[in-house]
């Protein structure tokens, strides 16, 4: 039987707050909420820890984050450079299950990816014996941007429960203690790399690093993409009639979190600094002593220690002054 059309009308205009009466705005791409994130594995870090690990989503809407779950409960927020965290304050001898949802720059969440689980080791007590170093490390490109890695596996008194990845100093990966292999990724094209792998049982004890593998990912990297933008210096004089150099600027777009830069003074490094907890999201800021003495010209860059553990792309170069207001 036909709806009489006003019956009809007062339909459309209920619909309307959610479809227009158009039935186009599942369409919309502006409406689509972010993907599941994909690859996600988890492996016990400690009697205490696991280390969760998952692919970037790269399509659909811009990321903001990621919300890690374990179980029904969200237990970490991690910027949306960031793709791994190491969940803590765990209890020994415990199976978990770990999934994560990315959340897009106006706050919502997508689907939960598929869940993961790990099984925290059975604590050991007084245990200060550190497992022997993994041995044998041996390495191959696989393009641009990643590397496999093999080794021989560490014996300890118990039981080794994971692996850590360096690549310089910087830890850049971990896999589950029963791993002797892996490949590492996002790395940058034209780069020679230093590779390490250090063992951790259970209490924590971490073993003497490896033999390192060294290895040039192929094609070529200028750095430019890897430098901070927007890159601004000035001075200010304090009350005691000290000067201070201000930085300020964006941090670089990487498939990882920023947590340290190195500042360049007249072409020498003239310090460091490491962001803790979590690193600015958007425009970053630092300040540091020059002096007393006015009229000093300075040459002054900024550069990020990347997610790979290589140094990024220098800055734009400012020029300033001691007793200057602005930039010259």
Same mark, same amino acid.
């Given at each position: 039987?036909?709806?009489?059309?006003?019956?009809?009308?007062?339909?459309?205009?209920?619909?309307?707050?959610?479809?227009?009466?158009?039935?186009?705005?599942?369409?919309?791409?502006?409406?689509?909420?972010?993907?599941?994130?994909?690859?996600?594995?988890?492996?016990?870090?400690? *009697?205490?820890?696991?280390?969760?690990?998952?692919?970037?989503?790269?399509?659909?809407?811009?990321?903001?984050?990621?919300?890690?779950?374990?179980?029904?409960?969200?237990?970490?927020?991690?910027?949306?450079?960031?793709?791994?965290?190491?969940?803590?304050?765990?209890?020994?001898?415990?199976?978990?299950?770990?999934?994560?949802?990315?959340?897009?720059?106006?706050?919502?969440?997508?689907?939960?990816?598929?869940?993961?689980?790990?099984?925290?080791?059975?604590?050991?007590?007084?245990?200060?014996?550190?497992?022997?170093?993994?041995?044998?490390?041996?390495?191959?490109?696989?393009?641009?941007?990643?590397?496999?890695?093999?080794?021989?596996?560490?014996?300890?008194?118990?039981?080794?429960?994971?692996?850590?990845?360096?690549?310089?100093?910087?830890?850049?990966?971990?896999?589950?203690?029963?791993?002797?292999?892996?490949?590492?990724?996002?790395?940058?094209?034209?780069?020679?790399?230093?590779?390490?792998?250090?063992?951790?049982?259970?209490?924590?004890?971490?073993?003497?690093?490896?033999?390192?593998?060294?290895?040039?990912?192929?094609?070529?990297?200028?750095?430019?993409?890897?430098?901070?933008?927007?890159?601004?210096?000035?001075?200010?004089?304090?009350?005691?009639?000290?000067?201070?150099?201000?930085?300020?600027?964006?941090?670089?777009?990487?498939?990882?979190?920023?947590?340290?830069?190195?500042?360049?003074?007249?072409?020498?490094? *003239?310090?460091?600094?490491?962001?803790?907890?979590?690193?600015?999201?958007?425009?970053?800021?630092?300040?540091?002593?020059?002096?007393?003495?006015?009229?000093?010209?300075?040459?002054?860059?900024?550069?990020?220690?990347?997610?790979?553990?290589?140094?990024?792309?220098?800055?734009?170069?400012?020029?300033?002054?001691?007793?200057?207001?602005?930039?010259?």
């Amino acid at each position: 039987m036909p709806v009489p059309l006003r019956r009809s009308a007062l339909l459309c205009a209920l619909l309307a707050l959610l479809t227009s009466c158009a039935w186009g705005g599942a369409d919309d791409e502006s409406g689509r909420l972010p993907a599941a994130p994909v690859g996600v594995t988890a492996a016990a870090g400690s *009697a205490t820890s696991v280390h969760v690990m998952w692919n970037a989503v790269s399509s659909g809407a811009d990321i903001e984050g990621y919300a890690v779950y374990r179980g029904t409960t969200k237990v970490e927020d991690v910027p949306g450079s960031q793709h791994m965290v190491d969940v803590t304050r765990l209890r020994p001898a415990t199976p978990y299950v770990f999934s994560v949802r990315a959340r897009d720059t106006e706050g919502r969440l997508g689907p939960p990816s598929r869940e993961v689980r790990a099984t925290t080791p059975v604590a050991t007590a007084a245990d200060r014996s550190a497992p022997t170093r993994p041995g044998e490390l041996h390495g191959r490109t696989a393009g641009s941007r990643a590397v496999q890695l093999t080794w021989a596996a560490s014996a300890d008194d118990r039981d080794v429960v994971s692996y850590d990845i360096y690549q310089g100093d910087t830890k850049i990966h971990s896999v589950g203690g029963n791993q002797t292999a892996t490949v590492v990724t996002g790395l940058r094209p034209g780069t020679r790399y230093s590779f390490t792998v250090r063992a951790r049982d259970a209490a924590d004890n971490l073993s003497p690093a490896g033999d390192s593998v060294r290895l040039t990912t192929p094609g070529s990297d200028d750095g430019r993409g890897t430098a901070p933008v927007d890159f601004r210096a000035t001075t200010r004089r304090e009350a005691d009639g000290a000067y201070y150099l201000d930085l300020a600027w964006v941090p670089p777009e990487t498939d990882g979190v920023v947590t340290e830069y190195q500042v360049r003074l007249d072409g020498r490094a *003239a310090t460091s600094l490491v962001f803790g907890g979590t690193p600015p999201r958007g425009r970053a800021t630092y300040s540091f002593y020059l002096g007393r003495e006015a009229g000093e010209s300075h040459r002054v860059r900024i550069r990020a220690r990347l997610p790979d553990g290589t140094w990024g792309g220098l800055s734009a170069e400012r020029t300033v002054a001691t007793g200057s207001a602005s930039d010259r």
